[in-house]
């Protein structure tokens, strides 16, 4: 089984629909993070959460919500997805030392 | 916030061929990564390389951080080479930087 699970692989939804992305770990890690990749631009960062209590907004945060529901659980919401939501999104997660493990990737076109 | 720029921004190589990829960032850093995105979108991490030099195979990165660069080093290039190259670093650990990649295609 892989480290960072991202669940769906790949999604179609239309506008102002609601969904949810969903990331889990088995590295015990505490901390967790989701990006978002637009094609030119790399990889910014949405949110990120150091343990259950602690989450905190990165850099594109608007649109977007996220729920740690335990140590290895963080998901990821678009209450109302929109048409420029249409990304590839990344969990990853981060020890206390060392680099960061990304999931596969999740890839959202809504419509 | 911290700079981070690669180059090329797109490398087109003959299968076997030697390359370099460059990493520069603005400020210090307390961590930097080189990602593969292959063209199925998975980002696999290469190396943890904040400062140092370390292989893996074919490829090879050396990090010198009092000059704020990095360099990625392909030899003999396959095929399975190809897709996105990304730098990213940290400064204080809460948000990683990501540059915007070296597109490498590599050509049988």
Same mark, same amino acid.
């Given at each position: 089984?892989?480290?960072?699970?991202?669940?769906?692989?790949?999604?179609?939804?239309?506008? +102002?629909?609601?969904?949810?992305?969903?990331?889990?770990?088995?590295?015990?890690?505490?901390?967790? *993070?989701? *990006?978002?990749?637009?094609?030119?631009?790399?990889?910014?960062?949405?949110?990120?959460?150091?343990?259950?209590?602690?989450?905190?907004?990165?850099?594109?945060?608007?649109?977007?919500?996220?729920?740690?529901?335990?140590?290895?659980?963080?998901?990821?919401?678009?209450?109302?997805?929109?048409?420029?939501?249409?990304?590839?999104?990344?969990?990853?997660?981060?020890?206390?030392?060392?680099? *960061?493990?990304?999931?596969? +990737?999740?890839?959202?076109?809504?419509? | %916030?911290?700079?981070?720029?690669?180059?090329?921004?797109?490398?087109?190589?003959?299968?076997?061929?030697?390359?370099?990829?460059?990493?520069?960032?603005?400020?210090?850093?307390?961590?930097?990564? !080189?990602?593969?995105?292959?063209? !199925?979108?998975?980002?696999?991490?290469?190396?943890?390389?904040?400062?140092?030099?370390?292989?893996? %195979?074919?490829?090879?990165?050396?990090?010198?951080?009092?000059?704020?660069?990095?360099?990625?080093?392909?030899?003999?290039?396959?095929?399975?080479?190809? %897709?996105?190259?990304?730098?990213?670093?940290?400064?204080?650990?809460?948000?990683?930087?990501?540059?915007? %990649?070296?597109?490498?295609?590599?050509?049988?």
């Amino acid at each position: 089984d892989a480290d960072v699970t991202q669940t769906p692989r790949n999604r179609i939804t239309k506008t +102002g629909k609601r969904i949810m992305l969903e990331c889990s770990q088995t590295k015990g890690h505490d901390r967790m *993070y989701w *990006y978002r990749q637009d094609p030119g631009l790399g990889l910014r960062l949405i949110y990120y959460s150091f343990d259950v209590k602690d989450i905190n907004k990165g850099e594109i945060s608007d649109g977007y919500s996220v729920s740690r529901q335990a140590q290895a659980k963080f998901s990821l919401s678009l209450e109302s997805a929109i048409p420029n939501q249409t990304a590839l999104y990344f969990c990853a997660t981060k020890g206390r030392s060392g680099g *960061y493990t990304f999931g596969s +990737g999740t890839r959202l076109t809504v419509v | %916030g911290i700079q981070v720029e690669q180059s090329p921004p797109d490398l087109i190589l003959q299968e076997g061929a030697n390359s370099t990829l460059r990493c520069n960032f603005s400020d210090s850093v307390n961590n930097l990564q !080189w990602f593969h995105q292959n063209p !199925w979108g998975q980002l696999i991490n290469l190396f943890y390389i904040p400062s140092g030099t370390k292989q893996n %195979g074919r490829l090879s990165a050396t990090t010198v951080a009092t000059e704020r660069y990095s360099l990625l080093y392909i030899s003999s290039s396959q095929t399975t080479d190809s %897709g996105v190259y990304f730098c990213a670093v940290t400064v204080t650990g809460n948000q990683f930087y990501f540059g915007t %990649g070296t597109s490498l295609t590599v050509i049988p």
